[in-house]
């Protein structure tokens, strides 16, 4: 009897944990906003290298996060977006998500963008030939793809047409090429060099620095960095309490398959993934949500 109760008690609280972390998610998704991006022709937006931008509202901010996934910051900056019901982008690089494809499947469980940063990131595309530096781009997205083979369909929809060149060293050859494929390509409004050998601190000044002074934009950040992710929770709140709300890059409505469509693509349509018909005598054993359909 006693272990029957302990193993209830073991499912209750299982139970409570899915079940809030289901919630939250939904809960978390109204909170920050949803900025859909349009990516036919593959526009290039931001404001430090180009003249366009994302349509950000006044004090919204959306978080980048590039150069991941990483097995030691990924998850405790997932972990820190999560508690402030904060959603992101992540910009990843090939090599890292062929590397932890659990990773990677994991920023799409928590309802993130994900988005491609080549596949070994070369911090200057534009010294590479043409055909290499295809290649890096093409192999970065293959290599996402495939960490999200397994994952549930409504997670590899997380995968977006969206691409940023390392070091923001872009070429006009590529991003046309890129523009051919119907894949955007992002620059920002501001960073914070945490990149560079300074404090979490720093990081923490310089990010509120630039981000009050341009008044909205995209943030590039990255989850490889241990500063980072000690700084980051408190640059949340510190925005929050300054009166700034977050965004999350998602693409436009139908932009995956645009990308899909294109000749010679760098995304591939979406399997979906195939139901088939069951067996009558297996479907009455299984519980349905619509008992009246399973037996018509
Ligand atoms: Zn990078």
Redesign the pocket.
């Known amino acids: 009897m006693k272990s029957v109760l302990a193993s209830a008690g073991v499912m209750a609280a299982l139970l409570c944990a899915i079940v809030p972390a289901r919630a939250q998610q939904a809960a978390c998704e109204e909170r920050t906003a949803a900025i859909e991006v349009p990516t036919e022709g593959g526009p290039a937006y931001g404001g430090m290298q180009y003249p366009r931008s994302v349509g950000l509202g006044p004090k919204q901010v959306a978080l980048t996060f ?2 991941g996934p990483n097995p030691e910051t990924t998850p405790l900056i997932l972990d820190i977006l999560d508690r402030h019901c904060v959603k992101a982008t992540f ?1 990843m ?1 090939g090599i890292y998500a062929e590397r932890h494809p659990e990773i990677v499947r994991e920023v799409a469980a928590r309802g993130h963008t994900i988005a491609t ?1 080549t596949w070994s ?1 070369p911090n200057n595309l534009r010294h590479f030939s043409p055909g290499s530096a295809q290649r890096q781009i093409r192999q970065g997205f293959e290599a996402v793809e495939a960490a999200l083979a397994t994952a549930p369909e409504e997670d590899r929809e997380r995968l977006a047409p969206f691409f ?1 060149f ?2 923001l060293n872009d070429s006009s050859k590529l991003i046309r090429w890129l523009g051919e494929r119907n894949i955007a390509t992002f620059s920002c409004e501001f960073g914070a060099d945490d990149w560079k050998s300074i404090s979490s601190y720093q990081v923490r000044i310089r990010a509120l620095r630039n981000i009050a002074y341009v008044g909205r934009g995209i943030l590039i950040l ?1 989850d490889t960095k241990p500063r980072t992710a000690a700084m980051l929770s408190s640059l949340i709140e510190t925005l929050l309490a300054e009166g700034y709300s977050f965004a999350q890059l998602v693409p436009e409505k139908g932009a995956r398959e645009l990308a899909a469509k294109a000749a010679d693509p760098l995304i591939r349509p979406l399997r979906r993934t195939e139901v088939m018909p069951e067996e009558p005598e297996t479907a009455a054993l299984k519980p349905s949500l619509e008992p009246a359909t399973a037996l018509e």
């Open positions: 590039d150069d910009f690089v940063h990131h940023r390392p070091g990255h």
